[in-house]
Protein backbone atom coordinates (compact mmCIF):
# COMPACT_ATOMS: atom_id res chain seq x y z
CA UNK A 1 0.00 0.00 0.00
CA UNK A 2 1.12 3.79 -1.21
CA UNK A 3 2.13 5.80 1.93
CA UNK A 4 0.56 8.76 1.13
CA UNK A 5 1.84 11.13 3.66
CA UNK A 6 5.59 10.30 2.82
CA UNK A 7 5.48 10.71 -0.84
CA UNK A 8 3.34 14.02 0.49
CA UNK A 9 6.43 14.97 2.32
CA UNK A 10 8.77 13.82 -0.70
CA UNK A 11 6.45 15.89 -2.99
CA UNK A 12 6.90 18.94 -0.63
CA UNK A 13 10.66 18.45 -0.45
CA UNK A 14 10.59 18.58 -4.14
CA UNK A 15 9.27 21.51 -4.61
CA UNK A 16 11.23 23.56 -2.10
CA UNK A 17 13.78 22.67 -4.16
CA UNK A 18 12.45 23.46 -7.38
CA UNK A 19 10.96 26.97 -6.04
CA UNK A 20 14.82 27.73 -4.62
CA UNK A 21 15.83 26.87 -7.92
CA UNK A 22 13.51 28.75 -9.72
CA UNK A 23 11.84 25.93 -11.67
CA UNK A 24 8.20 27.90 -10.53
CA UNK A 25 5.63 25.63 -12.60
CA UNK A 26 7.52 22.48 -11.56
CA UNK A 27 7.03 24.09 -7.76
CA UNK A 28 3.50 24.75 -8.37
CA UNK A 29 2.99 20.94 -10.13
CA UNK A 30 4.86 19.44 -6.75
CA UNK A 31 2.84 21.81 -4.05
CA UNK A 32 -0.10 20.01 -6.24
CA UNK A 33 0.67 16.76 -5.23
CA UNK A 34 2.22 17.29 -2.17
CA UNK A 35 -1.12 18.81 -1.11
CA UNK A 36 -3.58 15.34 -2.86
CA UNK A 37 -1.15 12.97 -0.66
CA UNK A 38 -1.51 14.79 2.55
CA UNK A 39 -5.41 14.91 1.90
CA UNK A 40 -5.42 11.38 1.12
CA UNK A 41 -3.35 10.58 4.18
CA UNK A 42 -5.86 12.35 6.35
CA UNK A 43 -8.72 10.80 4.84
CA UNK A 44 -7.03 7.80 5.11
CA UNK A 45 -6.25 8.48 8.77
CA UNK A 46 -9.75 8.94 9.66
CA UNK A 47 -10.66 5.64 7.95
CA UNK A 48 -11.43 6.20 4.32
CA UNK A 49 -9.14 4.23 2.03
CA UNK A 50 -9.56 6.11 -2.22
CA UNK A 51 -9.93 2.95 -4.36
CA UNK A 52 -9.32 4.81 -7.08
CA UNK A 53 -8.76 8.56 -8.58
CA UNK A 54 -10.16 9.84 -11.89
CA UNK A 55 -8.42 12.21 -14.02
CA UNK A 56 -11.46 14.24 -15.21
CA UNK A 57 -12.41 18.00 -16.61
CA UNK A 58 -9.61 19.66 -17.34
CA UNK A 59 -7.23 17.71 -15.04
CA UNK A 60 -9.34 18.02 -11.87
CA UNK A 61 -9.27 14.91 -9.77
CA UNK A 62 -12.28 12.90 -8.21
CA UNK A 63 -12.08 10.29 -5.58
CA UNK A 64 -14.07 7.43 -5.20
CA UNK A 65 -13.80 6.56 -1.36
CA UNK A 66 -14.83 2.85 -0.44
CA UNK A 67 -18.31 1.72 -0.29
CA UNK A 68 -19.96 4.42 1.28
CA UNK A 69 -18.68 6.97 -0.62
CA UNK A 70 -18.20 5.42 -3.94
CA UNK A 71 -19.31 7.48 -6.93
CA UNK A 72 -19.62 10.61 -4.47
CA UNK A 73 -18.77 13.95 -6.44
CA UNK A 74 -16.36 15.65 -3.49
CA UNK A 75 -16.61 18.94 -5.86
CA UNK A 76 -20.04 19.75 -6.70
CA UNK A 77 -20.13 22.99 -6.69
CA UNK A 78 -16.78 22.45 -9.64
CA UNK A 79 -19.38 19.64 -11.40
CA UNK A 80 -22.84 21.00 -11.97
Known sequence: MANFWEKAKEALKVAEWAYQNRYYNEAVSRSYFAALRAALALLEAIGFRAT????????????????????????????Q
Open 52 to 79: ETKRIHFGFNQLSLGNAFTGVNLCPHIW
